[in-house]
């Protein structure tokens, strides 16, 4: 397997590369058909910092003022593809004054210079396809003061890009990279003079793409949200495109964007953030709501499950479960084990939530942030209720093996609030354990209780759970249920040790009780963001206990405060979403 794919590696690598060199021979557009409006958001304090020469790329920051972006040593390939994507260009374009054109127009020329003919590690299907979005979006900022022979290198780069997209698109990955590849192209085909041709085949081949990737309920396999948006994205922008042109997208392509955006609305927290699994984050400030907006889908109760989540909301309080089985295969190299975890979100402000992907923090980081420990649930024995394989090929990523493959749910509605209760297997083959999870939200918002069981259902899984009990001296099987916080969660014990108190920086106070079967702490923690260059400290509340018995029950309730109020007005202002400095 690891040979066979190695060699698919190795092919698609001697193609790419094959065909950047053959895009030289192609006869350059000669200026733009149309123009799309651009629609890419960036952030302006990222450009700002960009500006001063601070680099942040791939969580790893270089600090050179006035240094040539493509001299600077990439550190490692995901350092190089941050670069080369040219998402950068939304954040210069979002300071837009005239040194912010002027470091953009500064390493767009550099790139064609070093590149522009075919060469380098930019050259594959979704870089190209997300650079050339970014050169035709940002067009006029790119182009304005610049002479005719900038002019004609950079339209002679956008079309050896366009031409090199029609020939390898399919080479990219299915889903988000495939999609990348294609709006591309499609941009590409409806802009540059002398590239019609591209844009019918890319068009087709995005419909079939909608039909075999997003599937019935509005979801990819990945399970990842921040993923799906960026997908749902990629869609609303090319649909905006053909209806400038006249030309109107796909019944595929439409049917696509009307299933994604109420999924993408039950991953929606209470403050416009996405919910934080399976290698994603909580997405760029404002994207979720520019995309929604956009795709002028009319919002629509969702019913049953999106994506494999569950949504409990009540007034502004937000809670988000996963509620199926961790993808598996392919896949899953960006899957975590976090089954019934959940995150729950209080107006503006995160209280519970897991703690992410540390892709940006390299490998270890990578691997800890899909343990189970780092999510909010219950945790057997400090094991995961998945495991981590083996990468199969060369820049693969570890597959979720072992996964919990039963996972019944039910979501009901309360006289006084809405239930989620929910199960899965991850444990039963070595402990004979099933997790089942109650999660009850109060209509008003102000409080749920949960329930965690640890039970053996049947007569092989009560030999598994002796045989574990008989191997720890007849002490029990451990567990720990987990309730990792925010770091702007300002949390204490409280009342003797029977309780934790949480103050949100709007000035709610939230407290945590349980039945007093377990031991409580609070422990360290960490929250991993890719805009961070360190993960940051944070902490956790800890329910400690050990299953003796087939049946082990677990209660416990967050709460606002009695004298919190029903609305609190939240002025205070969030810290910019881009920070160079180190948190301890």
């Known amino acids: 397997m690891f040979r066979s794919e190695s060699f698919a590696n190795r092919k698609t690598r001697f193609f790419n590369r094959l065909y950047a060199r053959l895009s030289r021979r192609q006869r350059p557009a000669t200026g733009f058909v149309s123009q799309p409006e651009p629609r890419t958001i960036g952030s302006f304090a990222r450009g700002r910092q960009l500006i001063a020469g601070n680099l942040l790329f791939a969580g790893f920051l270089v600090d050179q003022p006035g240094a040539d972006l493509w001299e600077i040593a990439g550190p490692d390939a995901a350092f190089d593809a941050d670069r080369h994507g040219f998402g950068w260009l939304d954040d210069l374009a979002a300071v837009g004054d005239h040194a912010a054109r002027t470091r953009a127009q500064d390493w767009l020329n550099g790139w064609i210079n070093r590149y522009g003919a075919g060469q380098g590690p930019g050259w594959t299907p979704d870089l190209t396809g997300r650079r050339v979005i970014r050169w035709i979006n940002h067009a006029i900022?790119?182009?304005?003061?610049?002479?005719?022979?900038?002019?004609?290198?950079?339209?002679?780069?956008?079309?050896?890009?366009?031409?090199?997209?029609?020939?390898?698109?399919?080479?990219a990955a299915p889903g988000l990279p495939r999609f990348e590849a294609l709006t591309g192209l499609i941009y590409a085909g409806?802009?540059?003079?002398?590239?019609?041709?591209?844009a019918d085949p890319a068009i087709k081949a995005i419909a079939h793409e909608c039909d075999t990737q997003i599937n019935d309920s509005g979801g990819l396999p990945t399970?990842?949200?921040?993923?799906?948006?960026?997908?749902?994205?990629?869609?609303?922008?090319?649909a905006a495109?053909?209806?400038?042109?006249g030309r109107g997208a796909s019944p595929s392509h439409i049917a696509?964007?009307?299933?994604?955006?109420?999924?993408?609305?039950?991953?929606?927290?209470?403050?416009?953030?996405?919910?934080?699994?399976?290698?994603?984050?909580?997405?760029?400030?404002?994207?979720?709501?520019?995309?929604?907006?956009?795709?002028?889908?009319?919002?629509?109760?969702?019913?049953g499950l999106s994506m494999g989540y569950a949504r409990l909301s009540a007034r502004r309080t937000s809670i988000i479960v996963d509620a199926s089985p961790p993808p598996g295969g392919a896949m899953s190299g960006n899957a975590h084990a976090s089954t019934l975890a959940f995150e729950l979100t209080s107006g503006r402000r995160p209280l519970v939530v897991n703690c992410g992907s540390g892709a940006s923090f390299g490998t270890e980081w990578r691997r800890a942030g899909r343990a189970t420990p780092l999510h909010s649930t219950l945790c057997v024995a400090g094991h995961s209720s998945a495991s981590l394989g083996e990468p199969t090929g060369n820049h693969a990523r570890e597959p979720l093996i072992e996964r919990p493959g039963h996972v019944p749910i039910e979501i009901s509605e309360m006289s006084d609030g809405i239930r989620f209760q929910g199960g899965h297997d991850g444990y039963s083959r070595?402990?004979?354990?099933?997790?089942?999870?109650?999660?009850?939200?109060?209509?008003?918002?102000?409080?749920?209780?949960?329930?965690d069981m640890l039970l053996a259902m049947d007569d092989a899984s009560k030999r598994r759970f002796d045989s574990a009990v008989d191997a720890t001296g007849l002490a029990g099987v451990s567990f720990d249920i987990r309730l990792h916080l925010h770091p702007d969660v300002d949390a204490a014990l409280d009342l003797g040790g029977a309780a934790v108190s949480m103050a949100q920086k709007s000035g709610e106070i939230w407290v945590f009780r349980h039945d007093g079967t377990c031991k409580l702490s609070l422990e360290p923690s960490v929250y991993l963001e890719s805009t961070r260059l360190k993960p940051r400290a944070t902490k956790q509340i800890v329910l400690s206990g050990r299953a003796m018995d087939y049946a082990t029950r677990i209660r416990w309730s967050l709460s606002k405060a009695q004298d919190t109020a029903v609305a609190v007005r939240d002025l205070n202002r969030d810290e910019m979403d881009f920070d160079i400095g180190y948190e301890s």
Request: aromatic content about 10%; proline content about 2%; overall charge neutral.
């Open 256 to 303: 696509a964007i009307e299933r994604i955006a109420p999924t993408l609305r039950v991953l929606r927290h209470a403050d416009g953030g996405l919910a934080r699994f399976h290698g994603g984050g909580r997405g760029l400030e404002g994207r979720l709501d520019h995309a929604l907006a956009a795709s002028q889908v009319k919002p629509e109760q969702a019913k």
């Open 141 to 171: 900022f790119l182009l304005r003061g610049q002479d005719s022979e900038a002019s004609q290198a950079f339209f002679r780069a956008l079309s050896r890009q366009a031409w090199f997209l029609g020939k390898r698109w399919q080479a």
């Open 241 to 245: 495109v053909l209806h400038e042109v």
């Open 430 to 451: 070595i402990y004979g354990l099933t997790h089942a999870r109650t999660l009850e939200l109060a209509f008003d918002g102000r409080g749920m209780t949960g329930e």
């Open 190 to 198: 409806l802009s540059l003079e002398g590239c019609e041709y591209l």
């Open 223 to 238: 399970r990842n949200p921040e993923e799906l948006l960026a997908v749902f994205t990629l869609l609303t922008w090319a």
